[in-house]
């Protein structure tokens, strides 16, 4: 039997910028490490290969050399071929240059990890040309050709090695403009689009744009999220629910970022992760954040200063959900997920919450860790 060919490219400054505050990782790597980020992509991309671990005999992984794949393909013992030598410091041309190097080789499936600006790098070369997944590890994932999480994208990849039937669909390449969203403008466009593995479990859909529009609504549920602070230290997530709360207080608002209110009064705004856990210690705390329309993620998409640390700080009974029933049907059903980065933590957090949809008005809706949601404790 021929060996399934995996094309494999880990963009090792995706996701910098997310936990220093930096809503992103273009053009501000350099600043995100001198603010103390930690490349996480080649974690995420590892929890996907995790999945097909018992399937190596039966893969070849063809990759750029070092941080860019082959560092992680040989540790975890995968059968690796270089095809790029990958520089000291990486750019957005270095990942175009593995994908024009892969093009070359006849691929089953190219997997990468990264975020919207890795999704229009592989694109600008790749096209539809041969089937790709993404393994999310960005700030901001608005593009429909990554897996909801990095596990979900393993399993993507486990079914065709079973050789169960996956067929291709069109996915949007989406991306926005990172300089607008670090001043809260959300600006989104659409590059073109990828073939993709359709399997509507594993496979995010694109995140719905605009804002809610029922103003009302949204100030019942402010009113009762307000009810709720009463002693407590508040961390205020991102998402534009959580900003009609601090409307309704009077108060400043990151959109797009964290802040901290106490007493109904604003302490500090766009805060990193590393401030936050430094603020937050000792405190009691209660943690208000929404979800994105369309994908269901409460934690991992956007709001990476939420770290597992600052998260378990809080604690399961401290974290209320804000949420609209219209984005909540709007999810047909499925579970409201966590991909904190921390697999056990997921765990933990896993099962039914009292979702605030109005003034005093809740609706009991399951959130799912990865594994959970996929049937595959």
Avoid: W
């Amino acid at each position: 039997m021929s060996k399934f060919r995996l094309g494999l490219i880990i963009n090792p400054l995706a996701g910098l910028g997310g936990s220093v505050a930096l809503k992103g990782s273009d053009g501000v790597a350099s600043e995100a490490i001198a603010k103390g980020a930690v490349p996480k992509s080649h974690l995420r991309m590892q929890q996907a290969l995790a999945v097909i671990e018992a399937y190596k005999s039966r893969i070849e992984i063809i990759t750029a050399s070092g941080d860019m794949g082959e560092t992680l393909a040989k540790s975890m013992g995968f059968s690796t071929r270089v095809v790029y030598q990958t520089p000291e410091t990486t750019a957005a041309q270095d990942t175009q240059k593995v994908v024009s190097e892969l093009l070359n080789e006849t691929l089953d499936l190219l997997l990468f990890a990264g975020g919207d600006g890795t999704a229009r790098d592989v694109y600008a070369v790749a096209d539809d040309k041969l089937p790709v997944l993404g393994v999310p590890a960005g700030v901001k994932i608005h593009s429909g050709v990554y897996g909801i999480t990095p596990h979900a994208s393993g399993m993507v990849v486990k079914m065709l090695l079973d050789g169960d039937l996956v067929s291709l669909m069109s996915a949007d390449v989406m991306d926005i403009d990172e300089v607008a969203f670090r001043t809260g403008v959300v600006r989104a466009r659409r590059f073109g689009e990828m073939q993709v593995p359709a399997e509507p479990r594993y496979v995010q859909a694109v995140k719905m744009g605009g804002k809610e529009s029922d103003e009302l609504v949204l100030a019942d549920i402010a009113a009762e999220a307000i009810e709720q602070m009463e002693d407590h230290l508040c961390i205020m997530g991102s998402g534009s629910t959580v900003a009609a709360v601090m409307s309704e207080l009077g108060l400043d608002n990151t959109l797009l970022g964290v802040d901290l209110i106490q007493d109904e009064t604003l302490l500090a705004s766009d805060l990193s992760a590393t401030e936050l856990l430094q603020l937050t210690e000792d405190k009691s705390l209660k943690l208000f954040i929404t979800l994105i329309g369309g994908q269901g993620h409460i934690l991992g998409r956007g709001n990476q200063q939420l770290s597992p640390e600052l998260v378990k700080r809080v604690g399961k009974d401290n974290i209320v959900i804000l949420a609209t029933k219209t984005k909540l049907k709007a999810l047909d059903g499925r579970p409201l997920i966590v991909d904190s980065g921390d697999p056990e933590l997921d765990i933990e957090l896993a099962g039914y919450y009292k979702v605030v949809t109005g003034y005093h008005d809740y609706v009991m809706y399951q959130v799912a860790n990865p594994d959970l949601l996929l049937g595959l404790e």
